[in-house]
């Protein structure tokens, strides 16, 4: 009996512990402002997406509180990343957006990028990214094979961007002739350096972000889309005639170099909290988010932008960085060499 009675005491207890967490987290949340820290610059696909998200999330965050986006781009979101790692609160108010290749980086460059990726909290990624290499109709480059006889000059952002990396590492494994311009901020100077010729087009770019930013050339017109970076095979781009990466690659070792830049892509667009947020708030805010992105209000905003939603969650995206953290390192030292930066040859005397 007196057994019985404690177990039912604790089990009251218990009830009451679970019903009050989310009054208690409500509490915290109520009129406070959460900073979604947004790794790009604004005119991208990126920002279109956390902009988007930070329209919609907060209804499901107990309290509602102001969601403020702030753009913190630079460096392939390390910039944005460190400064949630050294700087941002760890209470819940500071969540962000940041480009995969940001959370592989110590991985590859480690003298570079000195943060622990395990550390964050995973809250969950937006979709899965297709890329893809465009170049203007007025190039001599029509099709990938064009791309072992005729140079194609395109515009890129710094080391660690899809839009430069992708382009140098098949230079270093095909031999292919891409001149790389890098130094643009972000996607959007780049796309415009192609419509004023100062370039003649771009590489390692995601499919969502062209069909936002350019429609038109989503649909194949002004430019060629004439490659894709896929595990599966897609559709729209193979039915503008363009065709898969993996139908050019020779040798295992290239199959093995070109799935680690692609297999980043399956976190295509992934948000995370700092290290040392109490469990209750990152449990809320994983679960905001992904109630955000299966709504009918963010679906209605990302159709209209011409955004592809596909999530994946938090734990998934860690499942898949410990499959990338655990390659061999033999093979990750040849991919840090895909990605350097080719050495001058010296002019003989």
């Given at each position: 009996?007196?057994?019985s009675r404690s177990l039912s005491v604790l089990s009251g207890l218990a009830l009451v512990a679970v019903a009050a967490a989310p009054a208690m987290t409500a509490e915290f949340y109520r009129g406070k402002q959460v900073e979604l820290t947004i790794g790009a610059n604004p005119g991208g696909g990126y920002n279109a997406y956390a902009r988007a998200t930070a329209r919609n999330v907060s209804q499901f965050i107990p309290g509602n509180p102001t969601i403020i986006p702030r753009n913190r781009g630079g460096a392939g979101s390390r910039l944005a990343l460190n400064w949630m790692l050294n700087k941002a609160k760890r209470d819940g108010t500071a969540f962000g957006a940041f480009f995969p290749s940001a959370f592989v980086d110590p991985l590859i460059r480690?003298?570079?990028?000195?943060?622990?990726?395990?550390?964050?909290?995973?809250?969950?990624?937006?979709?899965?990214?297709?890329r893809q290499c465009i170049a203007r109709k007025d190039a001599k480059v029509k099709k990938f094979t064009d791309l072992f006889t005729h140079e194609l000059t395109i515009g890129a952002t710094a080391r660690g961007g899809s839009t430069r990396d992708f382009a140098v590492m098949l230079n270093k494994i095909l031999g292919t002739k891409f001149k790389v311009i890098s130094g643009y901020k972000g996607s959007a100077g780049i796309m415009l350096a192609i419509e004023r010729g100062e370039v003649q087009g771009l590489c390692g770019y995601a499919w969502s972000s062209l069909k936002k930013a350019r429609p038109d050339w989503a649909r194949g017109e002004n430019v060629n889309i004439f490659v894709t970076f896929t595990m599966k095979p897609h559709?729209?781009?193979?039915?503008?005639?363009?065709?898969?990466?993996?139908?050019f690659l020779k040798t295992d070792k290239q199959r093995q170099i070109l799935s680690f830049f692609i297999k980043q892509q399956e976190f295509g667009r992934?948000?995370?909290?700092?290290?040392?947020?109490?469990?209750?708030?990152?449990?809320?805010?994983?679960?905001?988010?992904?109630?955000?992105?299966?709504?009918p209000?963010?679906?209605?905003?990302?159709?209209?932008?011409?955004?592809?939603?596909?999530?994946?969650?938090g734990p998934q995206i860690e499942k898949l960085l410990a499959e990338l953290y655990a390659l061999p390192k033999e093979l990750v030292a040849e991919i840090v060499a895909t990605t350097r930066k080719p050495r001058k040859k010296k002019k003989k005397k």
């Open positions: 009996m007196v057994l480690p003298k570079r990028s000195k943060y622990d990726v395990t550390k964050f909290n995973f809250l969950g990624s937006i979709n899965k990214t297709a559709k729209a781009m193979e039915d503008l005639g363009a065709e898969p990466i993996w139908k992934p948000y995370v909290a700092p290290p040392d947020v109490p469990a209750d708030r990152v449990k809320i805010l994983r679960a905001a988010l992904m109630k955000t992105w299966a709504s209000g963010f679906l209605a905003d990302a159709k209209k932008l011409r955004l592809d939603v596909d999530p994946i969650s």
